[in-house]
Nanobody, 122 residues
Framework: QVRLEESGGGLVQPGQSLLLWCTRS??????MAWFRQAPGKESEFVAG????????IYADSAKGRFTVARVTNMNSINLQLNNLSPEDTALYYC?????????????????RGQGTQVTVSS
């Protein structure tokens, strides 16, 4: 059974940065991804990373501002959020899927964490 736990969220001002973490236990060799869900909205894909960490994919809203990476032991990933804006306010959660390649579709993932709240406000 795969278990995912996120951390690192918080309240920041526009233009500031945050580093989110996701630690996984259980099944190995998974692709992983970050999604987010704002109040009253559906979940949206943010960034994904392949097993091994070489291939990364990003939502258009994340390109140039967010960076996803695998931690050395391959069972954790992080998400560097830079130049945050109020539109980035959401619950950010990580997800894991069998297979080595990430996907932008949440339906392809069979495990997700509880999430960590990111609030951007002046």
């Amino acid at each position: 059974q795969v278990r995912l736990e996120e951390s690192g969220g918080g309240l920041v001002q526009p233009g500031q940065s945050l580093l989110l973490w996701c630690t996984r236990s259980g099944r190995s060799s998974d692709a992983m991804a970050w999604f987010r869900q704002a109040p009253g909205k559906e979940s949206e894909f943010v960034a994904g990373i392949a097993w091994g960490g070489r291939r990364k994919i990003y939502a258009d809203s994340a390109k140039g501002r967010f960076t996803v990476a695998r931690v050395t032991n391959m069972n954790s990933i992080n998400l560097q959020l830079n130049n945050l804006s109020p539109e980035d306010t959401a619950l950010y959660y990580c997800a894991s899927k069998p297979g080595k390649e990430p996907s932008t579709d949440l339906k392809d993932y069979d495990a997700r964490g509880q999430g960590t709240q990111v609030t951007v406000s002046s």
